[in-house]
């Protein structure tokens, strides 16, 4: 496939790294020289150097030919013209802008976006998904990440092993035998640098970032059984008033009654427009830095502070003060990706990245054959994937333990109906089964392959 990316900085790199990786033909547009020729060294990739969105620029980058254009500059506009000009002039099948300011994604100018006028195919809005993102993590106590998968039906989880987890050293094929009506698969270990797709004999120890997916109806006790038996945050601080902080507290308000939300804005302006559009969270109007204003906020009995202004160091310290005076848990919204290592151990809970949402998002527009929807794990670690099982797919109709995976790749669950399977080597896939694995990323495109659509399918 051969992809135009617009934009070289870290959404555009990250995107470009992963289809490059998987062997698809992917060209680079950015205005400046010097992110085209690091990143032109760094992979395997083309490089042009101009503005996205100017006909001639598309046309040095191969738009006649392209398969797809993914518009992630800094500049909704660039993005926006971008993909009309791939459209109207060179007929690019399809195309991806990211959009950012929220006058454009109001409810009455759906239409600017259809193929009539902007012909733009997805829209991605980084602050919304990462709203959406920490709103799950909400939902799920204990946990560090947290994804719908299936409609619903099926949640991916990951989490941190402590002291007190009581499946640490347990092999991971007992834990069928301690849990037996329990719907729950661990698909990815990460082990400090170490990164693990586990086998049966394979043991969880203290410090290690364990994902599981498990049916929606059993999350709970997923959790009692690693240890985490954590109430539901109903008191919550959000830090920062912009768009994220926004979004969470409108969808906080409209879909979860029972939290109280008060959120801490710096800017007074701001924070009276917040008073102005939120209903029944409290504005406090100063900084989350200082401990009259935490005092103010009733941190002490606050269960969870989730801070998302756009400086990370404020992020950190908020939500570090926040623990110190009483906060039982903190999320943190965290931009730069030198401070991911430290988060830890620093004892801040889970932090979001807009850069892996953003990424995630865009590559479930991305995939092709009969697969339903990719979301990034561990930052390049690997992937989840959701694969609706053709007639025609090498794994239907065969116990798993005949079928021959690619290195790396591992089911997790297979979905039939409403009911969630726990995949064992006797285990056989039936046609429309959705089935839910984790694959390393060198092994994507195999997967890819092995869920394509083949043409005695039609």
Known sequence: ??????????????????LSREENDVTLIDTEARLIEQISDTLDVQGVV???????????????????????????????????????LFEVPRRIARVRAQNYLQRGYSELFNRQNMAIDEIISPEIEVARAIAHRLE???????????????????????????VVDTPLRQLTELFPDLAMSVVAIRRGERRIVPTGEDRMLVGDEVYFVVDSRHVKRALSAFGHDEAEARRLII????????????????????????????????AEEAAQSLGRTMVIHGDALDLDILAEANVKSTEAIVAVSNDD???ILSSLLAERHGCKRSIALINKPVYGSLIGQLGIDAVVSPRAITVSTILQHVRRGRIRSVHSVGDGFGEIIEVDALPTSALVGRPLREAKLPPGVLIGAVLRGDSMIVPRGDTVIKPEDRVVMFAIAESVPKVEKMFSVRLEFF
């Open 1 to 18: 496939m051969k992809v135009i990316i617009c934009g070289a900085g870290q959404v555009g790199f990250n995107i470009a790294r992963y």
């Open 239 to 270: 830090v920062g008033g912009g768009n994220i902080g926004m979004f969470l507290a409108e969808s906080l308000e409209r879909d979860s009654p029972g939290i109280q939300v008060k959120l801490i804005e710096i800017n007074r302006q701001r």
């Open 140 to 166: 799920i106590p204990g946990a560090f990440d947290a994804i719908p998968l299936s409609d619903g039906r099926i949640t991916l989880v990951g989490l941190r092993c402590d002291e007190n987890c009581p």
């Open 313 to 315: 160091e404020v992020n």
């Open 50 to 88: 101009g503005y996205a969105s100017h006909p001639d620029v598309l046309e040095q980058a191969g738009a006649r030919d392209a398969d797809l254009l993914i518009a992630v500059t800094h500049y909704d506009e660039v993005n926006m013209v971008a993909c009309q000009v791939a459209h109207a």
